[in-house]
């Protein structure tokens, strides 16, 4: 069974800082994997998304990830916070052929200090 | 601008009550869309995935008969939570998709609607 895990409920860094957000998946075949940032009152906006090819890719925001096989991780980082980067993250694994079908880890919260 | 919208964004029910949700694709029309539930503070759920003029393909342990997904046009799909009870309150959404299949398909979410059923 598919399933994905982001270990860290909540994470406090100050603005300028550096941020990885940590995110493993357990899925059967090669995976489509996602990173959403889900702001209050807004849709869950896409940040990124690895299908295949190169295993680092450029995000929105200034944001990267970096998928590992070997890991089993899909890791959400960036240089620099800025504080409007508060929001709940999200990890996701596309199942079955229609992406929309959407496997999501259970969330980051992120705060960020002046 | 927005891609799908959700209607209400928020409604509180009796028990016993059903409740209809809207969610509209603005800038394509959309042959998929999904609706998902979230509970607070956990992740988004898969519910269903509603194909436009067929029956909703439900994921395993979703009743079918409780919630019920209509998808008369390429523009509206509606999710009726029928016969309500407070364990259905939640934090419903619902995204579309430009097409079936497809690695360089895009998910647009809705920006969710919020349930509580007293």
């Known amino acids: 069974a598919q399933s994905v895990t982001q270990p860290d409920i909540h994470i406090t860094v100050s603005e300028g800082a550096s941020l990885e957000l940590r995110c493993n998946y357990s899925?059967?075949?090669?995976?489509?994997l996602f990173w959403y940032v889900q702001s209050p009152g807004q849709g869950l906006q896409l940040l990124l998304k690895?299908?295949?090819?190169?295993?680092l890719v450029q995000g929105i925001k200034g944001f990267e990830a970096e998928f590992k096989r070997s890991q089993s991780s899909f890791n959400l980082r960036k240089p620099s916070v800025h504080w409007s980067d508060a929001a709940e993250y999200f990890c996701a694994v596309g199942r079955g052929s229609t992406l929309g079908r959407l496997y999501f880890g259970r969330g980051t919260q992120l705060t960020v200090w002046p | 601008g927005a891609v799908v919208s959700q209607h209400p964004s928020w409604v509180i029910c009796k028990s016993g009550t059903s409740v209809k949700i809207e969610c509209r694709s603005l800038?394509?029309?959309?042959?998929?869309m999904f609706w998902y539930r979230q509970f607070p503070k956990q992740s988004l759920m898969l519910m269903a995935t509603?194909?436009?003029?067929?029956?909703?393909?439900?994921e395993q342990g979703v009743e079918k008969d409780k919630f019920l997904i209509n998808h008369a046009s390429l523009t509206l799909s509606t999710l009726t939570v029928t016969s309500a009870h407070p364990e259905d309150s939640s934090f419903y959404i619902c995204s579309n998709s430009r097409r079936t299949g497809g690695a360089t398909d895009t998910q647009y979410f809705g920006p969710g609607t919020r349930l509580t059923v007293l």
């Open positions: 509603s194909n436009e003029g067929s029956k909703a393909t439900y």
């Open positions: 899925y059967g075949a090669t995976p489509y």
């Open positions: 800038d394509f029309q959309a042959t998929t």
């Open positions: 690895y299908f295949s090819g190169d295993t």
